[in-house]
């Protein structure tokens, strides 16, 4: 099992930045992918971005230049740097667990992201 704790959730205004972080603890196997996506009431979840334990990331189109995600290997732990927050950027983030092995996607409760004009 892997457990993770996501934190870093807010409201802003539109124009600024946030940065969310989420820790794993538990049974964690080296070759692994960590991420974040979204979900909207009544929407499905949607990709935010992704980072392999190699560092491969990947980003959906709408955030790709504003949203830069990384990760501490050594920590266990995955970041999302948030800038140039739009309204349509309001969602509960979720963050993700991918064990390459095993097949399994873990995530975390979810954090509200909320952007006001």
């Known amino acids: 099992q892997v457990q993770l704790v996501e934190s870093g959730g807010g409201l802003v205004q539109a124009g600024e930045s946030l940065r969310l972080s989420c820790a794993a603890s538990?049974?964690?196997?080296?070759?692994?992918?960590m991420g974040w996506y979204r979900q909207a009431p009544g929407k499905q979840r949607e990709l935010v971005a992704t980072?392999?334990?190699?560092?491969?990331?990947n980003y959906a189109d709408s955030v790709k230049g504003r949203f830069t995600i990384s990760r501490d290997n050594a920590k266990n732990t995955v970041y999302l740097q948030m800038n140039s927050l739009k309204l349509e950027d309001t969602d509960v983030y979720y963050c993700?667990?991918?064990?390459?092995?095993?097949?399994?996607?873990?995530w975390g409760q979810g954090t509200q992201v909320t952007v006001s004009s």
């Open positions: 538990g049974r964690i196997f080296s070759a692994n992918a």
């Open positions: 993700s667990f991918y064990a390459i092995l095993t097949r399994v996607r873990y």
């Open positions: 980072i392999s334990s190699g560092g491969n990331t």
